[in-house]
């Protein structure tokens, strides 16, 4: 995992050792801690967390408390219905009529039904399941570093999670959409032929295919934005070979990219099916898949769906709250002017500093790259992972992504201000002269 | 789905016609009522929900709310908790080492790791992708009519969500352990041998076997507790053949089988891997995976495991407000106190009503069987579904389970009384007395 504690390293506290011991003990060997010295958070409160001593950390990292951490409107819609009712979709229940009804009003008019689960992963796992019922195939295809989730089968597609992790025989990997490096004017066009390629690939071996998936920010890929529209021809690419179009919009959904409620809305094309997670509950544990009624069809009549917890009152009260707030506060159009200002201050670092080779994004999900020059734009994981960490001592989280970890991942809260946009950069423009 | 609502009958209100449309437009044709009415539930608390029009029904059939609808000690920890933190496990934090410990503590203590999730199907999903680790083998046995999840993996050993959905190519199954249809003395050594040629079939097929999955209790195959320690053998055959014993007590755990915590006490054996989830959280989102640490070694060096929302402040909050109040109101020994009650007052009906062919349970969990007489034994799903169908309209709400859908599924939460027990025989037998 990029940005993961090593233990034995770091410079923690006794309490915090002895805390990182019981982990071991009890969670056992697969989880992981961010930072060479990782943090002990007790509390949240809208873009600041607080670790054990006190100390604020403005958090510019995690996408999941989206409109803050504890955002009053949605504590206070699971507080109210957590006390009224918490049960299950075989009963007739009205929120989670008038929550589906006002979510697939933010879709355009194609994409008008939509099916709860808990996480992210069960969300692109029902996405996948539904693919394969409607189009009989089974072939997948997906960027060389995706992150889709962790259940086995979705698991199979996420290369992100690394070589012990066995890609399905049924999966294709194309290369990222790298506009830096290499795609230039003809990114769209080298894409598109990256996923023909991968298709007749599936198509040789007898599989037939069933999705294209992506992540329409391409987060784990290094945050590839631009440019605007350059999936279109790879969608066409996917409906030809008789498979569906599946948009993940985990990480840039519910107004991140500031232009948009959804990713999808930058490349000017309407999916088959749609996966939503993360920030749609503010924290609570709530997923869905949002699709054409035609591509249910097959799969609906046959196999039901229950999921014990998807969809249930409370879940649907808090995805409610986050919604609302979106819509009321106007966070799309904030995510557009914070993240706007957010990027040209970075940008303006990279004026100074020739090892950011790259910055770019879209609202509130900015990405910089880091290189060892800009003649030969190599990768320099080590300087990214630097500044990640003297950020973190300084007071600001975030985190790296991409295949090489060279990518600084900046996704705060839609909350944020162009105060907070500031104290980042000035934080930043610190870290960047204190780090080599 | 065994008492599943057909669209187009019953005896709905128009309003409730309009919300069944609104549910069909909106959510599509994979979702399922309950009841050949289905109910409008607008409220729970304790163990009753209450629907639109103010009326009660004594809730005998959801064991996510385990503790009652509502309980004031979960709704409290959650209240507390969503308004102080809600983030994730990459960051140290005390719930959930706290819970961790707790939890692990009532089990043997061989069984001394756990990793979390948000449903039971991640559960399973990933205590198979760490059996798979362990043992290099990837055959999987169960049960004919068993319930693992959804996730497609998970799907792929749940053949009871019927033929629309593929059981894959290295699961095979075993008949129930139905000690009322054939087993006799001879139960032990008859499900031990159906485990030990399914394993023998896998091989055949050049599958390595990585485990055998039961629910301890066999909800899904109708409600199989007896006789006690029936299943030692078949555990023994596949940890002879190389594999590992998963114990799912998403059903039977947290003390609902009144003599013990985990339903696989019954059996005097420990597992190598115990998935647990509905009742974990009361209704709140959060599930496990507790383990042999060794089991899971080789696949936390390797593949990092990472669920947003697993284990989360709210979760852990949540999950220990649950064990606290199990333990504090002596809810295992009300289970079993009340549970013998409940189960003598159902056998005492069936001396007067010979289509009860057998009734049988472990603590608030019971099955009541209907047949058409007691020499043929021939399940009848009808008079089954009648009964359940005449209680729900008097106001008491179970449903009915196992392969051919005769078998009462009794399933009260863990506070249910004695006067509780004593109206639900009541209206049970009404029922009986009014239904053919």
Redesign the interface.
Known sequence: ?PN?FVPGQGNLSPE?EA??E??A??????????YET???????EGVF?YDADGRAYLDAY?N??SLG??HPSV?EA??DQ?????????????L??DY??RL?ATFPDAL????F??????AN??A??IARAFTGGTGIVVTDNAYHG????V?AFSPS??P??DLGPHVRTVPAPELYRGGGADLAARFTADVEAAIADLRRHGIRPAALIVDTLFSSDGVLPDPKGFLAGAVEAIRSAGGVFVADEVQPGFGRTGEAMWGFARHALVPDLVTL??PMGN????SAVV?R?EV??E????????????G?A??CAAAMAVLRTIERDGLMENAERVGRHLLEGIRALADHHPCLGDVRGAGLFVGAEFVADRESRIPDRHRASRVVNRMRELGVLISVTGRSHNVLKIRPPLIFTEANADRFNAVMAQALDETR
């Open positions: 995992m993961a915090a805390m990182v019981r982990r003990r009890v969670l056992g060997p697969a989880y992981r801690l961010m990782p943090l002990h958070i007790v509390r949240g967390l995690n999941v408390a951490h504890c504590v699971i507080r957590v006390g009224i009712l918490a049960t299950n979709t075989r009963y007739i229940h009205d989670i009529l589906a009804e697939t008008s039904q939509v099916m689960a808990c996480t992210g992963s069960e796992d029902l996948m399941r962790i259940t086995e089968s698991a999670l690394g012990a992790v997670g993360k924290g609570h544990p709530v699709m009624p249910c069809d799969f609906g009549r046959k196999a039901r769906y229950f999921n014990t917890f998807g249930n409370v879940s």
